[in-house]
């Protein structure tokens, strides 16, 4: 564990260990939901959920990097401490789901500020230290970058779909990826939410505690804004209406192609025996070995395992991506066509 | 395959196996790997763990396989199912074959097989008998494919070495017993990654999914200094290299780029990928539980071995990968296309009856260009 100042642990809620801090503090939850003082930091915590279901970050009262009065650091750490039991009392995982993401954002801001931080080197060593403890990632300071190996920096990266974070398009020199301040925290974001997630969702749930009913029971409303209902069209993506074409016409799809195809009618609720007479004009075709391909693919055969259709990302490695402007930045196939409602 | 064939393949490749042992190269930490093997006209054989080059000698000889794998990761448990193997790591390969650098000279020395009624024709969509598109194709390749597939395994080993920091000892380069190459690294911050962060070192090494702005190039008011310099490292270097040819091409170059806009850039970058990108199969290198062509095995697809290349310039597969016999043997041979093997010149022919070396025999029954007479 790392060691913490007052500044850190404001900055950095979820680094503490939540139940030592408030013990250490010589507060009990009871507390917080009777004494009228205290329960104002209820409110304080239920408003913190609330911006970050919102999609916005949490804006605190740290004044820069600093806590700016002396009641600032309990208040910060407490609201972050008791959002996280309404949100165990609300049972709502969107809503952690929210929270988690729009925290990270919020420790995400302090992190780049420490990592370009070039006056105080401990503050650049402790981002650089937290970097690696949570996240694996080994960062080192290069001039106005900061360089990690490829290997660390793929692991992150292949979670983005922008280009820009496609390997091909940064700053590669032997053996390691440089990026910016910026750019080094925004790699871990999505870690950073989940390293937070597991956190919540991990913590024990405490009995109901009275004074904190009520805002539970808001969040427990609140969450049903957030439930959503798709439809679909019912159309094919035009990778996969290529392929059928391609197949309908005789000529060789490859094996890529036929795994993608098949995988994407098996989810599509098709049958083994539908989808197979699809593959009969294939130049090699065999219906002995399409159809243990196909149960293959579907798991009833082999190991059990159900294939399941490739990303977009992957197609397009594959030259199996031709994406038209319906796709809107479906990162799947089986997305296509299906809206929001 | 008729039976014939495929006694006559089985004894050719039994011998090679038993005279030649010492070069098929039992890999390193033999006893975590997965083998595999097929024979002729049949399924593959796979999940088999092998402790020791006397017990991989034993599968040879009881099984006299067509073709021979080995898995490139290394597992827990290379015998069990695939779920159960308990995968560790896998070195990193990569495979370029000749059939996907679209050369001009493919039409030339390919052939078409038709499914339905076996007319052999250099027809390319259609059986010039029956009509069928069930045309199975099959290449001889040419002195002209084997240098472009070099060329690209240069460009290859370049990449690796100056941009992923990969020591040249660690770049192993195989002829793939076919028409084409296979590298191996070993020993790299690679080793233990998966198959989406391998299918993104692919996307960086054949120069794919690029967006402008990373040669500098923007939609709205394009700053010149950001365009590549000429002694850069990486692809920004690689790039100047190809599109301005020369420094003191440079500047004007950037004023025709800007000129043309956005998205003729677009386009000039497709043309850089496809012609300085490295084109390697990225389903070779994205598969981390791939059973790869066994060093020193035969290749069923030509009769010829899979071998290290340590001088890859000099190197000479139609010689040097070539380990069967002289004997004479007769068959019946359909072969439109002139191919050398050993420095011997062998066809055309057009289903006639020829007494040819048992490395051609089987070289051309192996293209199903041929059967015993």
């Keep these: 564990m790392l060691a913490l100042g007052q500044d850190e642990i404001a900055k ?33 915590a239920y408003e913190r959920i609330l ?82 403890d949570l996240f694996s990632v080994q960062v080192k300071k290069s001039n106005d970058y900061f360089i990690i190996p490829v290997s660390d920096y793929l692991k992150h990266s292949i979670n983005f779909h922008e280009r820009e974070w496609k390997l091909i398009n940064r700053h590669v020199e032997n053996g390691h990826v440089f990026l910016s301040p910026h750019e080094t925290v925004r790699l871990i974001r999505k870690e950073l939410g989940t390293y937070i997630n597991s956190k919540i969702i991990n913590a024990k749930t405490p009995t109901m505690i009275p004074g904190f009913e009520d805002s539970v029971n808001k969040l427990v409303s609140l969450s049903k804004k957030f439930t959503t209902y798709t439809v679909s069209t019912g159309e094919y993506p035009p990778c996969i209406k290529h392929a059928i074409e391609i197949l309908e016409k005789g000529e060789n799809l490859p094996h890529s192609g036929r795994f993608m195809l098949a995988t994407f009618l098996l989810s599509k609720g098709q049958s083994v025996q539908q989808i197979a007479p699809l593959f009969k004009n294939a130049p090699d075709y065999n219906p002995r070995v399409t159809l243990y391909q196909l149960n293959h693919l579907a798991g009833t055969s082999g190991s059990g395992t159900q294939y399941s259709c490739p990303s977009c990302e992957k197609l397009k490695t594959q030259s199996l991506c031709f994406a038209i402007p319906e796709c809107d930045n479906i990162i799947n196939p089986l997305q296509f066509g299906r809206k929001k409602k | 395959m008729q039976e014939a064939d495929i006694q006559f393949l089985e004894e050719s490749f039994k ?49 006299i396989p067509s073709d021979v794998y080995c898995s490139n990761a290394y597992y827990t448990f290379p015998n069990l ?61 040419c002195k002209n494919c084997i240098d472009a597939s070099k060329t690209e395994v ?47 070192l692919t996307d960086y090494i054949s120069l794919r999914g690029t967006i ?16 590549p310099d000429f002694d850069e490292k990486g692809w920004r270097g690689r790039f100047s290299k190809q599109v301005f040819g020369s420094k003191s091409k440079r500047s004007k170059i950037i004023t025709e780029l800007i000129t043309n806009g956005y998205s003729s850039f677009q386009k000039t970058l497709e043309d850089v990928s496809e012609s300085i990108g490295v084109k390697i199969d990225p389903n070779v290198t994205m598969d981390i539980h791939r059973i790869f062509r066994l060093p020193g095995s035969i290749n069923s697809k030509s009769g010829l071995a899979k071998i290290q290349c340590n001088n890859l310039s000099n190197f000479d597969p139609y010689i040097e ?20 093997l050993k420095n011997k010149k062998f066809g055309p022919y057009i289903n006639e009856k020829v007494a040819v070396p048992t490395f051609a025999a089987v070289y051309m029954i192996c293209k199903k260009l041929a059967r015993i007479a």
């Design chain 2, 154 to 200: 240069l460009k290859l080993t370049e990449v690796l070495i100056d941009d992923l920091a990969i020591t040249k000892e660690n770049i192993h380069v195989y002829f793939s017993g076919n028409e084409g190459f296979h590298v191996y690294v070993y020993n790299s911050q690679f080793q233990k990654i998966g198959s989406r962060e391998r299918s993104e």
């Design chain 2, 81 to 141: 199912p695939m779920n159960e193997k308990d995968w560790k790591e896998a070195d990193l390969i990569f495979d370029i074959d000749a059939k996907d650098l679209n050369l001009s000279c493919r039409g030339n020395h390919t052939v078409s097989i038709c499914n339905d009624c076996n007319e052999i024709s250099k027809a390319s969509t259609q059986c010039i008998n029956c009509n069928s598109t069930k045309l199975e194709k099959k290449s001889l390749p």
């Design chain 2, 15 to 63: 011998k090679y196996y038993f005279n030649h042992f010492d070069l098929i190269t039992v890999p390193e930490r033999t006893s975590e790997r997965e083998f595999g093997f097929q024979k002729f006209n049949s399924g593959m054989t796979r999940h088999i763990s092998i402790k020791s080059d006397k017990e991989l000698h034993l599968m040879f000889m009881q099984n």
């Design chain 2, 212 to 227: 402008p702005e990373t040669f500098g190039m923007k939609k709205f008011k394009p700053n010149r200094a950001s365009f």
């Design chain 1, 12 to 44: 950095y809620p979820f680094l503490a260990d939540a139940g030592q801090y408030l013990k250490d503090q010589g507060f009990s939850l009871e507390q917080f939901g009777a004494d009228p003082d205290l329960k104002q930091l209820i409110d304080k």
């Design chain 1, 51 to 132: 911006v970050a279901a919102d999609g916005k970050i949490y804006k605190s009262d740290l004044d820069g990097d600093h806590v700016s009065k002396e009641a600032a650091l309990p208040r910060e750490v407490f609201s972050f401490l008791l959002a996280i039991v309404l949100l165990k009392l609300s049972g709502m995982h969107t809503l952690i789901k929210r929270f988690a993401l729009a925290e990270a954002r919020r420790a995400e801001k302090y992190l780049e500020k420490d990592l370009a931080n070039i006056s105080d080197e401990s503050k650049n060593q402790l981002a650089i230290r937290v970097i690696d």
């Design chain 2, 321 to 340: 990968a070539s380990f069967l016999s002289d004997d004479t043997v007769e068959i019946i041979a359909n072969s439109p296309i002139q191919f050398s």
